[in-house]
């Protein structure tokens, strides 16, 4: 079973990757990614601001969440 803060870093590098692979780090005004992971449920939210982007930036982030728990999904699968 994998530890909280190793489910929490997975899923925020996962998110991070996501984002950078989108993007370059110089379009990338500002972000976060919070993500928590209490009693076995994991929440994970991702801000993004990349001027110019179109747009853009609401889908890469809600991508990012989304890799985010995939990745912690294949983090449990892996320790089972």
Sequence with gaps: MPRDDEV??????????VIFSRF?????????VTVTFEEGVLDVDVY???PDSRNTEE???EDAALAARAAVD???EDAD
Excluded: P
């Design 74 to 76: 294949d983090l449990f």
């Design 24 to 32: 370059k780090q110089s379009e990338v005004k500002d972000f976060d």
């Design 48 to 50: 993004l601001n990349v």
């Design 59 to 61: 889908k890469v982030a």
């Design 8 to 17: 929490v870093q997975t899923a925020a590098e996962a998110a991070e990757n």
